[in-house]
């Protein structure tokens, strides 16, 4: 079956340092999402790519699609506290119907 | 304010004891969901609903029930034949194909 698979699975960083997680897919997807879960939380939607080698940013978060619509980025800039969470992306299979596979995650905790 | 309700957000259960869990939303939204949770791991589909009195399977649906008789609820029965039910389960929907899903807050389901 398809798999997201993201890397890394944990990320700390100091703070106002830059994280990357990366995601890729077995399979070709129709769109990607990405989702934010804190501590003891529930994913919160981010934001979602359709189109080949889209690039989307929000405030300091980037989010890139690539070209063959496999892998997908989120990049952070200069981190905060308040990015501290589990950063998932999720994809929809190209002719697969309306599930979403979510990829393993990427926990990331930032330090004073 | 529209969301989504998940409750309880603790449950215990016996071994060989089936349980409900329940799943409640006021945003008129069509696609319901259920996934669960393992600890540092990500999100599994256990069933889907795209509309009333329709449901599909997941990539893991063994030992777990759901019915959708109202468009606002879709309960989850995890039975005595799921052999590892101890995880953290959360329910979704979504508005359209293309939206993001929105997040209940989740219940915590031990076997003790």
């Known amino acids: 079956g398809q798999q997201v698979m993201q890397i890394p699975q944990y990320q700390h960083v100091q703070e106002g340092e830059d994280f990357t997680t990366y995601c890729n897919s077995s399979?070709?997807?129709?769109?990607i999402q990405w989702y934010k879960q804190r501590p003891g939380g529930h994913p919160v939607f981010l934001i979602q790519?359709?189109?080949?080698?889209e690039v989307k940013k929000q405030k300091r978060l980037t989010f890139q699609f690539g070209e063959a619509k496999k892998n997908s980025s989120l990049h952070i800039t200069a981190t905060q506290t308040t990015d501290v969470g589990t950063y998932f992306c999720a994809g929809r299979v190209t002719g697969g119907g309306n599930k979403l596979t979510f990829g393993t995650g990427t926990q990331l905790k930032v330090e004073l | 304010d529209g969301g989504i309700t998940q409750s309880p957000k603790y449950l215990f259960r016996k071994e060989g004891q089936n349980v409900t869990l329940s799943c409640e939303q006021n945003l008129n939204h069509d696609a319901m969901y259920w996934y669960r949770q393992d600890p540092g791991q990500g999100l599994r589909l256990i069933y889907y609903?795209?509309?009333?009195?329709?449901?599909q399977k997941g990539d893991i649906a063994e030992g777990y029930s759901v019915s959708r008789e109202k468009k606002e609820s879709f309960p989850l029965t995890v039975t005595s034949a799921q052999k590892n039910p101890t995880a953290f389960y959360l329910c979704?929907?979504?508005?359209?194909?293309?939206?993001?899903?929105?997040f209940g807050s989740g219940t915590r389901l031990t076997v003790v």
């Open positions: 399979t070709t997807l129709s769109n």
């Open positions: 790519l359709v189109k080949s080698g």
């Open positions: 609903s795209q509309i009333v009195n329709d449901f």
């Open positions: 979704a929907s979504r508005r359209e194909s293309n939206y993001g899903y929105t």
